[in-house]
């Protein structure tokens, strides 16, 4: 049974930082890239931050770009989004997604992110 489980969301003050993680299992993780998207209240879901299986390149969104390292651990399967200086336009649900060409692609149920003093 496939499984992606988020964890690490909560409130938190503008200027602060949070650390997402992506639990995996019942797939080869290693050969899937893995993204992070988020979807905020009345908006469509976006790509923030994207690495490939072996972790070797990334890619980020411009709104996250210099804020946000996207990282991952093959050994325990999990996936990571290490958000720095959030403001209230952080403020969604992450979704972490796991992807093997265009074919396989599988996602975790959300966790939220608010960004409020």
């Known amino acids: 049974q496939v499984q992606l489980v988020e964890s690490g969301g909560g409130l938190v003050q503008p200027g602060g930082s949070l650390r997402l993680s992506c639990a995996c299992s019942g797939f080869t993780f290693s050969m899937y890239a893995m993204n992070w998207y988020r979807q905020a209240p009345g908006k469509e879901r976006e790509l923030v931050a994207s690495i490939t299986s072996a972790g070797d390149t990334t890619y980020y969104a411009d709104s996250v770009k210099g804020r946000f390292t996207i990282s991952r651990d093959n050994d325990k399967k999990t996936g990571y989004l290490q958000m720095n200086s959030l403001n209230s336009e952080d403020t969604a649900v992450y979704y972490c997604?796991?992807?093997?060409?265009?074919?396989?692609?599988?996602w975790g149920q959300g966790t939220q992110v608010t960004v409020s003093s």
């Open positions: 997604n796991a992807r093997r060409q265009s074919r396989y692609v599988y």
